[in-house]
């Protein structure tokens, strides 16, 4: 009876009567407290290695391009070539995540996407649409404020600032994320030549993008800002990170029109030019003029998939106006409401808008312009009153208007 008093844990080494059982083996013992630690390491540790690899993610909740596609036409009017590249891409990045390298020893590569359009086109809002509906962390950054390290401004880790912070700081989790780039065309080079200067927020910066968008080992400051000696870095794996870069290119059409004039020889060949919608050029870009537009060779290489957004007519911007879930006329509607204000619009009223953003040429942030504009006076006054209904009407959207900073400025230019 001595002896077995005397068997205690291998582990812990308590005894017997200071657990409640201990499980003998072969040549040892474990209570059943280190027996429950011990089970908790091993589900840890297998956990883990199912995130390294992507099985993390449930294939059966990964939504089809077809339903990233129409959850996207909730919110966004037209543009579907751009939506049907961003859904697939985004499918076949959940896709890379789940992959498993087989005795073929096919690895699927990331394809990283461009998308080129006018201001107010629905670039952002389509990313910022996207990021709600994805299981992998997202963020948005904005390329202006990246210049070449050692100069004022962010450096090109603090995008992965930004993706970590999405993440929760959890880094196996960044590494698998999503990164909107905007504005990317603000980096562009001044000049179709090389620099012999310091370019410091132009090609420098695409110089030092090129090894976040390829794949690389990259040290992150967890809180942004400069770098310094003393400073603990995180290490992020940027190869399955997928990268979207949006930007406007304003004048780029020029040189697509340009490029193809110069292909016109002949009589049967300016036949063909009829063929060209003049009121989209865009739909014909190619790597070709973003490289003459400023991007290096390198940086559009390492974007493969190219796409365009359809400037706004006159119809999409109606649409726009009222028919999204987040339509604009919804929001001061919704803002409204919550002084328990019922707002509605003549449809004459709604046209005015339509026909005002057409004119300034602002795509869709021009009707929100617009719509704050005319709204002004009705937001400061209305919670003052006991009012319990506003009606807008063509001929008050109209003084209004025209009393705005808007219109005054276009008088003034």
Partial sequence: MAKKDQQACSFCG???????????????????????????????????????????????????????????????????????????????????????????????????????????????????????????????????????????GEDIESILTRLLQAADYDVNAAEKGIVFIDEIDKIARKGDNPSITRDVSGEGVQQGLLKLLEGSVVNVPPQGGRKHPDQKMIPVNTKNILFVCGGAFDGIEKRIAQRLNTRVVGYSSSMSTTAIDKSNFLQYITPQDLKSFGLIPEIIGRLPVLTYLKPLDRDALRQILTEPKNSIIKQYIKLFKMDDVELTFDEDSLEYIVDKAVEYKLGARGLRSIVEGIMMDKMYNTPSTETKSVHITKEYAKAQFESSTLERLKLTS
């Fill in 14 to 152: 308590r005894n017997r009567k200071e657990v409640n059982f201990l499980i003998s083996g072969v040549s040892g013992e474990i209570c059943d407290s280190c027996a429950e630690q011990a089970y908790q390491i091993v589900q840890d540790s297998i956990d883990a290695k199912k995130k390294a690899s992507g099985q993390s993610i449930d294939k059966s909740k990964v939504p089809t391009p077809k339903e990233i596609k129409t959850y996207l036409d909730s919110y966004i009017i037209g543009q579907d070539d751009a939506k049907r590249y961003l859904s697939v891409a985004v499918y076949n990045h959940y896709k890379r995540l789940m992959q498993e390298i087989d005795d073929d020893d096919i690895e699927i590569e990331k394809s990283n996407i461009i998308m080129v359009g006018s201001t107010g086109t629905g670039k952002t809002l389509m990313a910022r649409t996207i990021a709600k509906l994805l299981q992998v962390p997202f963020a948005i950054v904005d390329a202006t404020v990246l210049t070449e390290a050692g100069y004022v």
